[in-house]
């Protein structure tokens, strides 16, 4: 069946430091979404990516979807405290209706 | 965007016995999504619920276990049925957005159970 691997499992940083997560679909993907969601809190809708090779970006996030649309990454660049939180990929395959396939969550931790 | 609020935000249960998780929505929409979310983990489907149909249960998920009510378009509750300390968990109610051409979903605060 449909897998969303997401790496790191966990990340370390120092404030200022950037961050990445790496999101990798075993199939083609209609979309793919990004949620985050904070220690003790639900998820929450950032962004989704259509297109073949999209970006985009919110302030200090950026967004790339793979020219084969399987892949993904977030990219926050100058971590604050405030990033701190669990970002989730969510992979929508093609024919799966409205039912996402969700990534194990890449766990961000920022020291002040 | 959507609100949803569900009840009870968290409980402490006795194992064999069942719980009813609330979900309401503050429009009507088509589906509403249940997920389940382990300590730590990420969140896996439970059932897709549409209103005035049976709900679509996921790959090791059965409505004995878990059954769902839908009665209207604002509302919809999942039941733990029979618990063991196995199913301690968040469980997580969601909403599709009616946006068209973005399908992003709404989660609900969540309900934390216990299982003793």
């Known amino acids: 069946g449909q897998q969303v691997m997401q790496i790191p499992q966990y990340q370390h940083v120092q404030e200022g430091e950037d961050f990445t997560t790496y999101c990798n679909s075993s199939?083609?993907?209609?979309?793919i979404q990004w949620y985050k969601q904070r220690p003790g809190g639900h998820p929450v809708f950032l962004i989704q990516?259509?297109?073949s090779g999209e970006v985009k970006k919110q302030k200090r996030l950026t967004f790339q979807f793979g020219e084969a649309k399987k892949n993904s990454s977030l990219h926050i660049t100058a971590t604050q405290t405030t990033d701190v939180g669990t970002y989730f990929c969510?992979?929508?395959?093609w024919g799966a209706g409205n039912m996402l396939t969700f990534g194990g969550g890449t766990r961000l931790m920022v020291k002040p | 965007s959507a609100v949803i609020s569900q009840k009870p935000s968290r409980d402490i249960c006795q194992r064999g016995t069942s719980l009813t998780i609330q979900c309401q929505v503050d429009?009507?929409?088509?589906?509403m999504f249940w997920y389940r979310q382990q300590p730590g983990q990420s969140l896996t489907l439970i059932a897709t619920?549409?209103?005035?149909?049976?709900?679509?249960?996921e790959s090791g998920f059965v409505i004995d276990k878990f059954p769902i009510s839908r009665p209207n378009l604002t509302f919809s509750t999942l039941t733990v049925s029979n618990m063991s300390p196995e199913d301690s968990s968040i469980y997580l109610c969601?909403?599709?957005?009616?946006?068209?051409?973005?399908?992003?979903?709404?989660f609900g605060p969540g309900t934390r159970l216990t299982v003793l």
């Open positions: 619920a549409n209103q005035g149909s049976e709900a679509t249960y």
């Open positions: 199939t083609t993907l209609s979309n």
């Open positions: 429009s009507q929409v088509t589906m």
């Open positions: 969510a992979g929508l395959p």
């Open positions: 969601s909403v599709e957005s009616d946006r068209g051409y973005y399908n992003e979903q709404f």
């Open positions: 990516l259509v297109k």
